[in-house]
């Protein structure tokens, strides 16, 4: 079983940045972020590969979310710059996939909130 846990979450204003950490209990393939605001769905933001070299995004982020991964230490991240009211929500660590479907993953974390104010 493995174990996933957020951090870095927290409040800042629009156009600020704040990097996400996600680490993981051991090695994992794939993994990948989400997020969900109350009443909506669970919706998709970046998936990377175990390598790396593979990266995928949401429309909605690209050019301004940078996903990246430190085997060496179990964690992915989540660089988050020029951020919009419309990015909060609760941010979630997934493994297991780099798929941009929630049931593809295996393991996830207990999310971290992210607010931003306008």
């Known amino acids: 079983q493995v174990q996933l846990v957020e951090s870095g979450g927290g409040l800042v204003q629009s156009g600020g940045s704040l990097r996400l950490s996600c680490a993981a209990s051991?090695?994992?393939?794939?993994m990948g972020w989400f997020r969900q605001v109350p009443g909506k769905d669970r919706v998709f933001v970046a998936a990377?590969?175990?390598?790396?070299?593979?990266?995928n995004y949401a429309s909605s982020v690209k050019g301004r979310f940078t996903i990246s991964r430190d085997n060496a230490k179990n964690t992915m991240y989540l660089q988050m710059n020029s951020l919009k009211p419309e990015d909060t929500a609760v941010y979630y660590c997934?493994?297991?996939?780099?798929?941009?479907?929630?049931?593809?993953?295996?393991?996830w974390g207990q999310g971290t909130q992210v607010t931003v104010s306008s």
């Open positions: 051991g090695r994992i393939s794939g």
């Open positions: 990377i590969s175990s390598s790396g070299l593979l990266k």
């Open positions: 997934a493994a297991g996939s780099v798929s941009a479907t929630m049931k593809d993953y295996d393991y």
